[in-house]
């Protein structure tokens, strides 16, 4: 199909000058329709000239007229008509360029040989037919280039001895085939050609030594019938030749010769998927990298040529873009060097017009663009418009695009399936940056259920459908939840998933899901108060529904079942404090567990601390204030014996070792308690020395603050957290009670003149 738009493109390309690779349009001749020119330096003056042959009125030249590009008018070389194609070479090894055409439709081949200043010797008919398109080549190694033809099912070549031809030889293909061009194929040092027949393209291979030539096909390449637009060369600099074919699909296969040192071929690999160009197409280095560029037009010749190069980070071509370049015609186009700069020019003839183009394209360049993601759309949809990349302004290419940013494979009858996508853009170098994606064309949704098991869900199921953004039926909401509580179940329904693309056409089907859940075998946990992590085991109620169903209970630390409506689990604070998950479910044939949860919390014992100070009580006549401990509001007891106690009497409890309690019960009534031992020494029965370790109680302390410091008296002073003395006192007998009522509250330092000190805290 033709693209219905291709005018207005062509429009839109010439208001965007970032898109010129090549200088302005050079028109050189109008009014003769001149095909398949030739750039060839014609009369040896050191610059590229530009020969041309037409049907009716036989063969002319444009001549370089400077080197640089300035072309004289129109000259007439020879006025045979019925020429079909026209190839040159130095056939007679003067050193000029000669002429060789076929005259088609009159099985002829003729050579003109040229006089080294541009003027031709009327036609030599060659013996032999004419067939249908004539190469030069040098097959046999000697100085001269042969002449090759193709002629029905053979190809055909005379053996030149000094612009002598009159032995033939020839390689048949046993089918008809059509001669597009010639080179080291196989990388053996001498020159093979390739052939195509209407769906094949194989190369004859040259042994070069004499023996019988070989026929290898190229594996798995479907080619058109059009000779034009099919070329050999080096598409990724990599010192081999590589197939392009530019014919009704733009694609290229890649040969492994250089990669793998023998001759071989990598599956073909699309450039443009749909180019009704009819083979007006060539291949060559051009720029922008070491590999190709191939330049196309699409039948009926109205719009833009399009321009893809080898892109060294791809690994193979980039998207495609357009250029400057006016469309080609029938009668195609060629490159060479006109205007002295080493870089490939192009010519083109369109209708009756012959033009020419400067490459302006950078020697190296090329890189990444990136588009987003692409939307689903259902079968029979209608235009979808490709969104812009990035870098902007770009075109996109491939199956059943139009205009270069329009999707629409209804216009072309096409269904569902996943079809490649290529956006191409001219970045600030000149060259194209490239990305590649793919979009999908979808007869209708699918749904996944995301549960594991979709018989037995927990409380809510979630479908998914795709593409997103559809619509679902009830029970699903809007968001494809399912409502798989207890209470709704069991459930056997059926739900359905419809999905209209951005374009507002609806996909013909729809998706369906069965769901079939099953009823919940109910379970229910009795509460379970918080206890402290040293209780005894606390019982765990587990209702039972009924007899012969199975239930589980986690979390607890065993589990009993005497026959009744309840199963008991017992729960101690083995696993220590913190907030525990107890879980327990049950379930009957054809049902699902469904699992009820307690969280208890375990309540920790409170930290507690306790340190008389005093190892060895020698003063057995003075009471010894317990404490401190912490928490603060514990009592104190000694040698386990229930009663509080609040002093240590050596009265009471004689000499020895005693062990002094000290417990503290918290908020949640979980009890800490810290011990310490005190040895009671009253040998000599006097007063004994009371140890120097400074001691004050209570912490905190309130209005009063008891120190006990030793025999000795001593003076002490009491300083705040800056270091100020706040209070002194004379101690004189020990214990000391201090008054610190008038004292705020703090922390504070106690320090005695012999240089012993104590924290005491204020409150």
């Known amino acids: 199909m033709i693209r219905p738009t291709a005018l207005l493109a062509f429009t839109i390309l010439f208001g965007a000058p970032a898109t010129a690779q090549f200088g302005p349009r050079n028109d050189l001749h109008t009014g003769t329709s001149y095909w398949d020119p030739l750039i060839l330096d014609v009369d040896q003056d050191g610059d590229n000239d530009i020969v041309l042959k037409d049907f009716a009125q ?180 990599d010192g081999d030749l590589d197939l392009v074919d530019a014919g009704w699909t733009v694609r290229w296969v890649e040969n492994l010769a250089v990669d793998s040192g023998y001759l071989a071929f990598a599956p073909e690999r699309y450039v443009d998927h749909f180019a009704p160009n009819e083979g007006a197409g060539w291949a060559a280095p051009l720029g922008c990298g070491p590999g190709a560029s191939i330049l196309w037009c699409h039948w009926v010749y109205v719009g833009p040529v399009y321009w893809a190069h080898y892109h060294t980070t791809l690994g193979g071509f980039s998207a495609p873009t357009m250029t400057n370049l006016r469309s080609a015609g029938d009668g195609r186009m060629v490159i060479g060097d006109l205007n002295g700069d080493e870089r490939q020019d192009v010519v083109i003839t369109h209708h009756d017009t012959v033009s020419w183009y400067a490459n302006e394209l950078p020697d190296a360049g090329g890189s990444l663009a990136t588009v987003p993601a692409l939307d689903t759309l259902c079968t029979g949809c209608g235009a979808y418009p490709l969104p812009e990349g990035n870098p902007p302004n770009g075109w996109w290419s491939g199956s059943y695009v139009e205009q270069g940013s329009f999707f629409d494979p209804t216009a072309f009858g096409q269904g569902a399936g996943v079809h490649p996508l290529g956006y191409g853009v001219v970045d600030a170098q000149g060259c194209i940056a490239s990305a590649s994606t793919s979009i999908r064309v979808i007869n209708e949704p699918n749904i996944q259920i995301l549960d594991p098991d979709p018989q037995c869900p927990d409380g809510e199921l979630q479908l998914v459908g795709s593409p997103a953004a559809g619509t679902w039926s009830a029970p699903a909401d809007a968001l494809g939840r399912v409502n798989t509580t207890c209470a709704v179940r069991p459930i056997f329904t059926d739900v359905s998933y419809t999905y209209t693309d951005v374009t507002g056409h609806a996909c013909p089907g729809e998706a369906n899901v069965t769901l079939d859940i099953l009823p919940c075998t109910p379970v229910a946990l009795g509460p379970i108060a918080p206890f402290c992590v040293d209780a005894p085991p606390q019982p765990v109620q587990l209702a039972v529904p009924a007899m012969g169903i199975s239930y589980f209970l986690l979390g607890v630390d065993s589990s009993t079942y005497n026959g009744g409506p309840f199963v008991t689990g017992w729960l101690s604070g083995a696993q220590g404090p913190g907030t525990w998950p107890v879980v327990a479910a049950a379930w009957g044939q054809g049902e699902c567990p469904f699992p009820d949860t307690v969280m208890v919390e375990v309540w920790p014992l409170p930290a507690v601390t306790f340190e008389l100070g005093v190892d060895t009580l020698t003063a057995c006549d003075v009471p010894l204030p317990l404490g401190p401990g912490a928490p603060v509001g514990g009592t104190y007891s000694i040698n386990g014996a229930d009663s509080a106690y609040t002093v240590f009497e050596v009265a009471t409890w004689g000499p020895g070792t005693h062990t002094v309690t000290y417990t503290y019960t918290d908020g949640n009534g979980c009890t800490g308690s810290a011990t310490d031992t005190l040895v009671v020494d009253c040998s000599t029965g006097l007063r004994g020395t009371t140890p120097a370790v400074l001691r004050v109680w209570p912490s905190p302390a309130h209005d009063r603050l008891f120190v006990a410091f030793g025999d000795a008296p001593c003076n002490a002073v009491l300083t705040d957290a800056m270091g100020r003395a706040v209070a002194r006192w004379h101690l004189q007998d020990a214990p000391a009670v201090l008054d610190v009522s008038r004292l705020g509250s703090g922390t504070y330092l106690l320090r005695l003149d012999d240089g012993r000190t104590r924290r005491v805290l204020l409150r």
């Open 58 to 237: 036989g063969i002319g030249m444009l001549e370089n007229l400077d080197g640089l590009g300035s072309f004289g008018p129109l000259q007439v070389l020879d006025t045979t008509t019925a020429i079909s194609w026209l190839q040159a070479s130095d056939l007679d090894g003067d050193l000029d360029l000669d002429l060789v055409a076929n005259r088609g439709s009159l099985d002829q081949l003729l050579w003109f040989a040229n006089d080294g200043a541009g003027v031709f010797a009327p036609g030599t008919v060659l013996p032999g037919e004419g067939g249908h398109r004539a190469l030069c080549a040098d097959l046999t190694g000697s100085p001269l280039d042969e002449i090759l033809f193709s002629n029905d099912s053979a190809v055909y070549w005379f053996a030149n001895d000094g612009g002598t031809f009159t032995t033939m030889d020839s390689l048949p293909f046993g089918a008809w085939v059509k001669l597009f061009d010639v080179g080291d194929i196989d990388l053996d040092g001498d020159i093979d050609f390739a052939v195509h027949t209407p769906d094949q393209v194989l190369f004859g291979l040259n042994p070069g030594s004499g023996g019988a030539w070989s026929i290898l096909a190229v594996p798995g390449f479907l080619a058109t019938g059009h000779t034009y637009g099919k070329k050999l060369t080096d598409c990724d600099g």
